[in-house]
């Protein structure tokens, strides 16, 4: 059991897109009786009801039928999950809701979609972000082991998932030909068009052609911005 | 400064030491409700880890206060994880470089402000820690801790194996996770530099003098970490310099 853990944590830090660690998270919670894992609300506990992000692979027409009814204000198991620390089940949900039609309402149509009980996963990371990650399956057993499997497993994934993001949202180095570059590093030392010309045996209006292609791909106005631009990314030094 | 608390110097801290115990009881017991085992004397707890052989690491500001602290003790000796080998799937780990930590707490007023990634209370706790680690010759730290805060261990980069699965604890639906932490040299150095601290942080007082007070203490080590602090090489001799001027006026 340990094993299949230690396996899908060291795939969480390897991981280099999204559709890798999908791959990698649906095989492990398939191999504990789950049929869907679905990482929801990555956001802060504040604005928790305000956002709907589903990652994972829940029947989609499921999903819009939560979106549509706004489920999310009356889903027992979402309100559970700001106020607990770890992982819970629907069942549970459904027994401390039991005098809350509209709650209960949630878990039949669940239900209905053949969902018939979940196991929820609230997890509050290190960089501030909250998230729930939700595992059903008919054929969940949940047991303590299983529980204390799919508590690691969700953990793992939302770090790997923020990992992944965190990735996305850094500024890409801009790609630049060696011939822009070359021009640049000359504009960097101060020359004009006219003396890079003489240097690189090209003509002043090639030079500025160069000079303004590569403002075009770093996506600035001035050269001073484009010069900062490549400093910053090591480009060109001075 | 992190301030190593150990039977031989622990006259010095009996302060700190009651004020850590009313700590641990107003987090533990008040706000967690823990009970089991634990002796509660005078608004302080205590428990069967609290001996002659444990050590606590206590971050106090310049003037004494607590800022955050740490419970050790070798595993050598019964330890937590003996009594509660629940936790741990397989052999209870054991051995002179593996020590035990518990009771991680940083006080209300010192925890991590908006914006902040880490406070500087723990951050500087941790390089404590690992530095604590490097001089005793400890290579590995074994805790249960909440699973909540796996996150925040795996993000900060951590080396550690899982011992088990979470496990519920207590009576409010929480569970807790036992892993082993990798503390050698490395792991000092990576604290460092993911913490942004590239000084020596840890003190062990030697066992007092008679009538030596914390507050000497304090007040000189306040002295070496200011000077500690400043990188450049030619602004930390001119502040040895002043100094020298300032102890040969006196």
Same mark, same amino acid.
């Given at each position: 059991?340990?094993?299949?853990i230690?396996?899908?944590?060291s795939?969480?830090?390897?991981a280099?897109t999204?559709?890798?660690?999908e791959?990698?998270?649906?095989? !492990?919670?398939r191999s504990?009786g789950?049929?869907t894992?679905?990482?929801?609300c990555i ?11 589903v990652?994972?692979?829940?029947d989609?027409?499921f999903?819009?039928t939560?979106a549509?009814?706004?489920f999310?204000?009356?889903d ?8 607990t620390?770890?992982g819970?089940?629907?069942d549970e949900?459904?027994f401390?809701?039991r ?5 209960l309402?949630?878990?039949?149509v669940?239900?209905d979609f053949g969902y018939?009980n ?8 290190g960089l501030g972000n909250?998230s729930?990650v ?7 057993d949940l047991?303590?082991t299983?529980?204390?499997c799919l ?11 923020e990992?992944l993001?965190?990735i ?7 790609d ?6 070359e021009v640049?590093r000359? !504009?960097?030392a ?5 003396e890079i010309?003489r240097?690189?045996?090209?003509s002043e209006?090639?030079?500025?052609r160069h000079v ?6 770093i996506?600035?106005?001035t050269?001073a911005q484009?010069?900062v631009e490549?400093?910053v990314?090591g480009?060109?030094?001075? | 400064?992190i ?5 031989a110097?622990?006259?010095l ?9 009313k700590l641990r009881?107003h987090f533990?017991v008040v706000q967690?409700?823990w009970s089991?085992g634990?002796?509660?004397?005078n608004d302080r ?5 609290d001996r002659p052989d444990?050590?606590y690491?206590m971050?106090?500001?310049h003037d004494?206060q ?5 419970r050790l ?5 019964h330890y937590l994880?003996?009594?509660l080998?629940?936790?741990?799937d397989?052999?209870?780990p ?7 930590m518990?009771?991680w707490i940083?006080?209300p007023?010192f925890r ?5 990634k880490?406070?500087k209370a723990?951050s ?6 690992f530095e ?10 074994t ?7 796996l996150p925040?261990v ?14 519920p ?13 990798d503390?050698g040299?490395?792991?000092l150095?990576?604290n ?9 942080i840890?003190f062990?007082?030697?066992?007092p003098?008679?009538g ?6 304090l007040?000189r080590?306040?002295?070496i970490e200011?000077?500690?602090?400043i990188?450049?090489r030619e602004a ?5 310099d002043g ?8």
């Open positions: 059991m340990m094993d299949v230690s396996q899908f944590i795939d969480c830090r390897t280099s999204y559709h890798e660690l791959a990698k998270f649906k095989h !492990v919670f504990f789950a049929d894992g679905t990482l929801s956001g802060s506990p504040a604005n928790l009801l305000n956002s709907l992000k990652v994972g692979s829940p989609s027409e999903v819009r939560y549509e009814n706004n999310i204000r009356y027992p198991a979402a309100k559970k999950s700001i106020t620390l770890s819970f089940s629907w949900c459904r401390e809701s005098n809350d039609p509209s709650a309402n949630v878990l039949d669940a239900h018939e979940g196991f929820v996963v609230p997890i509050h990371s909250f729930v939700t595992f059903t399956g008919d054929r969940l047991n303590a299983t529980r204390g508590h690691l497993m969700a953990i793992y994934y939302h770090v790997a998932l990992r993001m965190l996305d949202t850094a500024p890409s180095k801009p630049l030909t060696e011939r822009q570059i640049l000359w !504009v960097s101060g020359k004009t068009d006219w010309g240097i690189l045996s090209i209006a090639t030079v500025n303004e292609r590569a403002k075009e791909r996506g600035v106005r050269r484009a010069i490549c400093l990314n480009i060109v030094s001075l | 400064m301030h190593a608390v150990t039977s110097n622990r006259d801290y009996a302060k700190q030491l009651a004020a850590m115990h009881y533990y967690r409700g089991d634990l002796t509660i004397e707890e205590y428990d069967e880890f444990t050590v690491l971050n106090l500001t004494g607590i800022k955050s602290t740490f003790m070798p595993t050598m000796n994880l003996d009594k080998s629940h936790f741990v397989g052999p209870v054991r051995g002179n470089h593996i020590w035990d518990t009771r940083i006080s007023s991590k402000v908006s914006g902040e880490y406070s723990h500087e706790l941790a390089c404590g820690l604590f680690a490097a001089t005793r010759g400890i290579t590995h730290y805790t249960l801790m909440d699973t909540r805060f925040a795996e993000q900060a980069g951590w080396k550690y194996e899982l011992l088990g699965l979470p496990v604890f207590g009576d409010r639906g929480e569970t807790a996770i036992a892993i082993i932490i503390a040299p490395k792991s150095a990576h460092r530099m993911i913490y942004d601290i590239d000084y020596s840890l062990e007082s030697p066992p003098r008679i030596e007070r914390l507050e000497d203490v007040a080590l306040d002295v200011t000077i500690e602090q990188s450049d930390r001799m001119a502040a040895w100094l020298n001027t300032q102890f040969s006026a006196a």
